[in-house]
Antibody, heavy 125, light 108 residues
Framework: QVQLQESGPGLVKPSQTLSLSCSVS?????????WSWVRQHPGKGLEWMGY???????YYNPSLRSRLSISVDTSKNQFSLTLNSVTGADTAVYYC??????????????????WGQGTMVSVSS | DIQMTQSPSSLSASVGDRVTITCRAS??????VNWYQQKPGKAPKLLIY???SLQSGVPPRFSGSGSGTDFTLTITSLQPEDVATYYC??????????FGPGTKVAIK
């Protein structure tokens, strides 16, 4: 079955760049799905960050657009997140997820149907 | 952006009880709502999509309903393994995708 696994440093210094990768196993990343990042601040809810298609089309949360970049590496079957100029407010658990379009009747909608286990990133000097 | 609210923010119920969680969108979104379950220390899991369709493998005690601005997630007979936080999500005019703030369900 399809599995996603996040990887990256657990500690980043303020003002530096946070970089994470998500490895996809069990399927090719070059399919019709989008591949997304979602984060969760400690004790808080879920925040969608952005997503990308293997073709390179990416969409970002407007609140993060100026600092966030998502890329895909088809040769490694993985996608990555880069967040610049981090502060303590970027301390969170970061999840990668697959976004699949499901159909019910006249509705086709996006669902986050498979998630990685999440990786905790702390921003601290 | 479309905002999602949930009520209650937390609840405590007995095993076997019927539990209802509501989610409201800031504008009409037809049936473009998903529900997720997040157990402590775990990633979210898709439960319901398109407001009322049960994701494969999810127990039938979970159900969803609603359209427009008001949506409901119901657990017909609460089980100990249902202790979790439940989030609604709108996928109507996306991106961005927005989640509700969550409802924490505990056993009394």
């Amino acid at each position: 079955q399809v599995q996603l696994q996040e990887s990256g440093p657990g500690l980043v210094k303020p003002s530096q760049t946070l970089s994470l990768s998500c490895s996809v196993s069990g399927d090719s990343i070059t399919t019709s799905y989008f591949w997304s990042w979602v984060r969760q601040h400690p004790g808080k809810g879920l925040e969608w960050m952005g997503y990308i298609h293997y073709s390179g089309n990416a969409y970002y949360n407007p609140s993060l657009r100026s600092r966030l970049s998502i890329s895909v590496d088809t040769s490694k079957n993985q996608f990555s997140l880069t967040l610049n100029s981090v502060t303590g407010a970027d301390t969170a658990v970061y999840y990668c997820a697959r976004v699949a379009a499901l159909v019910r009747g006249m509705i086709t909608l996006d669902t986050f149907d498979i998630w990685g286990q999440g990786t905790m990133v702390s921003v601290s000097s | 952006d479309i905002q999602m609210t949930q009520s209650p923010s937390s609840l405590s119920a007995s095993v076997g009880d019927r539990v209802t969680i509501t989610c409201r969108a800031s504008q009409r979104i037809s049936g473009y709502v998903n529900w997720y379950q997040q157990k402590p220390g775990k990633a979210p899991k898709l439960l319901i999509y398109a407001a009322s369709s049960l994701q494969s493998g999810v127990p039938p005690r979970f159900s969803g309903s609603g359209s427009g601005t008001d949506f409901t997630l119901t657990i017909t007979s609460l089980q100990p393994e249902d202790v979790a936080t439940y989030y609604c999500q709108q996928t109507y005019r996306t991106p961005p995708f927005t989640f509700g703030p969550g409802t924490k369900v505990a056993i009394k």
